[in-house]
């Protein structure tokens, strides 16, 4: 899997991060402070629209730093928070997409509608679906699809538990591993970062 880290909640639990790094889980990038629009209350005080493509540049850049210190392992990827990919207002509103793809692999996004294909996806903007809820018939439904379609489904979900917002289902995981590892049913379950140098490395070049 790939965890797209706080990281005041790396700070907290050491120990357990860095077993999960060894274990071969990728450690990605999510910023340090998750800006988002500051049409969310909770986000007015780190409001994408106040940001600049410097100040953003400059909080992957730490955000990076501070997981290698704490973990030891370069991020390669990143998460957008909310899977907003802009700085700014109006006129002077500019993508960040460009400083993602300057410096990690990939930048995944967020509640978007539909799997990757893997021939023509920007890496920097990968569609990623969310885990967040689904029971396990309805993940399946998502899962098919992409397989019959030979596409790449990145799935994004939050917290594990029981239920509540924001929240992968235990159960719904615990199957999906169990299908997973069946290898009649042809999946192939990687980080991000893995799966992206896979895909860039086999495909025709756009240009």
């Known amino acids: 899997a790939t965890f797209y880290v706080s990281l005041s909640h790396v700070a907290k639990r050491l120990p357990a991060w860095r077993a999960a790094a060894a274990a071969g889980h990728e450690i990605g990038n999510h910023s340090m402070r998750h800006p988002c629009t500051g049409n969310f209350p909770w986000a007015r005080e ?19 730093a501070e997981i290698f210190e704490m973990l030891g392992v370069r991020p390669l990827t990143f998460a957008y928070p909310c899977g907003q990919k802009f700085v700014g207002r109006g006129e002077n509103v500019r993508s960040y997409v460009p400083l993602v793809a300057s410096r990690f692999l990939a930048g995944r996004g967020w509640r978007d509608e539909g799997a990757n294909d893997p021939v023509f ?47 992968t289902r235990a159960d719904t995981l615990r199957t999906f591993c169990e299908y997973a590892r069946d290898p009649n049913n042809g999946l192939w379950v990687d980080t991000v970062a893995n799966v992206t140098r896979y895909v860039v490395e ?3 070049h756009a240009d």
Not at 56 to 63: G, S, T, V
Not at 127 to 135: C, F, H
Request: hydrophobic share 40%.
């Open 46 to 64: 780190k409001a994408l629209e106040n940001y600049t493509l410097e100040e953003m540049a400059d909080e992957l850049d730490r955000a990076s």
């Open 121 to 167: 996806c920007d890496p920097a903007q990968l569609m990623a679906m969310e885990l967040d809820g689904l029971t396990f018939e309805q993940l399946r439904t998502s899962i098919e699809a992409a397989c019959a379609k030979g596409l790449w489904l990145v799935l994004c979900g939050h917290e594990i538990g029981a239920g509540g917002r924001q929240t």
């Open 202 to 204: 086999r495909r025709p």
